[in-house]
């Protein structure tokens, strides 16, 4: 038998009901439950207070699926790994999120574990989310009184905390599609597989001539959540990828970011990576 | 609650908590003792089973979640008491050790041989890397694949 208390559970076949549940009243909020690679470790109490009780939104079809709308790709929230790294949309248009998908846990976690579930358990090493970050995804946010739009940017409000009301649950991601954008990822882990980042970062920009313009760079594993870091995006704007702006850039990077000590990484191992992996990334794009 | 599923071709019904483990369930409740726990937290592989062909780590399942799937477990591979091709091949290749990460290897196993893709190293590798093997075995698992995979396609 295990040893930990089976939190009470809803089922909910649709959204109604699902919005009905999240406003019953009873004052104990619900935790949303998608492909449970993350909560189900949680229940057991082992790493913090276990959820007080589970909404179960497996059943909930209508969040499922990936498909091209107004300019922008529309990923629902129960699509999983193993459902990105297969479409074709995802192939065609952002192929770096099949990328990142394919470097999150194997075979198992990838059947399970899906895009919304990265994006609302907000653990600052989430691997697809420096590559939200970096292609300005927003999030679709729903509830029984409507829904309503953040960006990326300003979804992670603290460590594990995000601008979801408890009574809303994230509906879809939408990834505006931008002609000329190139988008980069690189995960630092201890092993290819099964690993949680040391570093996690997505670099993207578009080519104006030489020069590359709207940069964003996207990181995770190095602060209390995933982060742009606007300082290094600066020293890369206009510029066109040559060794002494990725020099810049790294310098810049290192010195933007603050990671922590933990059981991972060190903050010093985790300075020097990102400001080295950044480098390469642009070695690797400049052609020397 | 009252789940309904199907478990190795027979259909079920198990009277538990929707958020109980689909593991706690194949062990305890049906006394399918074949799918073993290891760290109950995703990263062994040890609980592999199939859930509508798709291998699943069965400590991250909760049986709400089982309802109306077919689940298939290591007891399902045997077919009148006769080991399958991947089970023969890894007792030929010595791809069984102490045991504890072998039912898990043989469904990740069996999700790559259905899936149908190349028998390469690398393939295999990738499929069976949800699966750690405490005693390192992993050479001898990699060629029970192939070989299984061999079998197959020569049949």
């Given at each position: 038998m295990p040893n930990f208390v089976e939190p009470p559970i809803e089922s909910p076949a649709s959204l109604e009901q699902a919005y009905g549940l999240l406003r019953d009243g009873d004052g104990r909020p619900w935790r949303p439950l998608a492909g449970g690679t993350d909560v189900m470790v949680q229940i057991t109490g082992e790493i913090g207070e276990p959820p007080a009780?589970?909404?179960?939104?497996?059943?909930?079809?209508?969040l499922r699926g990936i498909h091209v709308e107004d300019g922008a790709l529309l990923i629902g929230a129960l699509t999983t790994y193993t459902a990105i790294r297969r479409s074709d949309e995802v192939a065609g248009l952002v192929p770096v999120l099949a990328e990142a998908a394919a470097t999150i846990g194997a075979a198992q976690i990838q059947n399970r574990g899906t895009l919304g579930g990265n994006v609302v358990n907000?653990?600052?090493?989430?691997?697809t989310l420096p590559v939200l970050l970096a292609v300005d995804a927003e999030f679709v946010l729903g509830s029984s009184d409507g829904e309503r739009t953040v960006p990326a940017r300003s979804f992670w409000t603290g460590y594990r905390q995000?601008?979801?009301?408890?009574?809303?649950?994230?509906l879809r991601v939408r990834i505006p599609l931008l002609s000329g954008r190139e988008v980069r990822f690189r995960k630092v882990g201890?092993?290819?597989?099964q690993a949680i980042s040391k570093v996690v970062m997505a670099l993207s920009w578009r080519v104006d001539g030489d020069a590359w313009t709207d940069v964003r760079l996207g990181l995770g594993s190095i602060a209390a959540t995933p982060v742009r870091a606007p300082a290094t995006e600066a020293a890369l704007e206009?510029?066109?990828?040559?060794r002494e702006a990725a020099d810049a850039a790294a310098a810049a990077l290192s010195a933007e970011i603050h990671p922590i000590d933990d059981v991972r990484s060190t903050a010093d191992y985790r300075r020097a990576v990102a400001g080295r992996v950044l480098h390469r990334l642009i070695r690797d794009n400049g052609g020397w | 609650m009252t789940f309904r599923f199907t478990v190795n071709g027979e259909p079920v019904e198990v009277k538990a908590?929707?958020?109980?483990?689909l593991l706690d369930v194949l062990r305890?409740?049906?006394?399918?003792?074949?799918t073993k726990e290891g760290?109950?937290?995703?990263?062994?592989?040890?609980?592999s089973v199939l859930i509508d062909g798709d291998v699943v780590d069965a400590c991250l399942v909760p049986v709400s979640q089982a309802q109306g799937t077919t689940v298939r477990t290591v007891?399902?591979?045997?077919?009148d008491g006769r080991l399958n091709e991947l089970q023969q091949a890894f007792l030929e290749t010595g791809?069984?050790?102490?045991?504890?990460?072998t039912p898990g290897m043989l469904m990740a196993g069996e999700a790559f041989l259905a899936g149908?893709?190349?028998?390469t190293d690398e393939n295999i590798r990738e499929a069976i890397a949800g699966n750690l093997c405490r005693c390192t075995g992993y050479t001898k698992i990699i060629e029970a694949i192939a070989l299984a995979a061999q079998r197959r396609t020569d049949a």
């Amino acid at each position: 038998m295990p040893n930990f208390v089976e939190p009470p559970i809803e089922s909910p076949a649709s959204l109604e009901q699902a919005y009905g549940l999240l406003r019953d009243g009873d004052g104990r909020p619900w935790r949303p439950l998608a492909g449970g690679t993350d909560v189900m470790v949680q229940i057991t109490g082992e790493i913090g207070e276990p959820p007080a009780r589970l909404l179960d939104i497996w059943a909930i079809d209508e969040l499922r699926g990936i498909h091209v709308e107004d300019g922008a790709l529309l990923i629902g929230a129960l699509t999983t790994y193993t459902a990105i790294r297969r479409s074709d949309e995802v192939a065609g248009l952002v192929p770096v999120l099949a990328e990142a998908a394919a470097t999150i846990g194997a075979a198992q976690i990838q059947n399970r574990g899906t895009l919304g579930g990265n994006v609302v358990n907000a653990s600052p090493a989430g691997d697809t989310l420096p590559v939200l970050l970096a292609v300005d995804a927003e999030f679709v946010l729903g509830s029984s009184d409507g829904e309503r739009t953040v960006p990326a940017r300003s979804f992670w409000t603290g460590y594990r905390q995000t601008a979801r009301h408890d009574h809303e649950l994230l509906l879809r991601v939408r990834i505006p599609l931008l002609s000329g954008r190139e988008v980069r990822f690189r995960k630092v882990g201890t092993r290819r597989a099964q690993a949680i980042s040391k570093v996690v970062m997505a670099l993207s920009w578009r080519v104006d001539g030489d020069a590359w313009t709207d940069v964003r760079l996207g990181l995770g594993s190095i602060a209390a959540t995933p982060v742009r870091a606007p300082a290094t995006e600066a020293a890369l704007e206009g510029q066109a990828p040559t060794r002494e702006a990725a020099d810049a850039a790294a310098a810049a990077l290192s010195a933007e970011i603050h990671p922590i000590d933990d059981v991972r990484s060190t903050a010093d191992y985790r300075r020097a990576v990102a400001g080295r992996v950044l480098h390469r990334l642009i070695r690797d794009n400049g052609g020397w | 609650m009252t789940f309904r599923f199907t478990v190795n071709g027979e259909p079920v019904e198990v009277k538990a908590n929707g958020s109980r483990r689909l593991l706690d369930v194949l062990r305890e409740d049906l006394a399918l003792t074949g799918t073993k726990e290891g760290c109950g937290e995703g990263e062994c592989g040890a609980c592999s089973v199939l859930i509508d062909g798709d291998v699943v780590d069965a400590c991250l399942v909760p049986v709400s979640q089982a309802q109306g799937t077919t689940v298939r477990t290591v007891e399902a591979l045997a077919i009148d008491g006769r080991l399958n091709e991947l089970q023969q091949a890894f007792l030929e290749t010595g791809g069984a050790q102490c045991g504890i990460c072998t039912p898990g290897m043989l469904m990740a196993g069996e999700a790559f041989l259905a899936g149908g893709a190349e028998p390469t190293d690398e393939n295999i590798r990738e499929a069976i890397a949800g699966n750690l093997c405490r005693c390192t075995g992993y050479t001898k698992i990699i060629e029970a694949i192939a070989l299984a995979a061999q079998r197959r396609t020569d049949a």
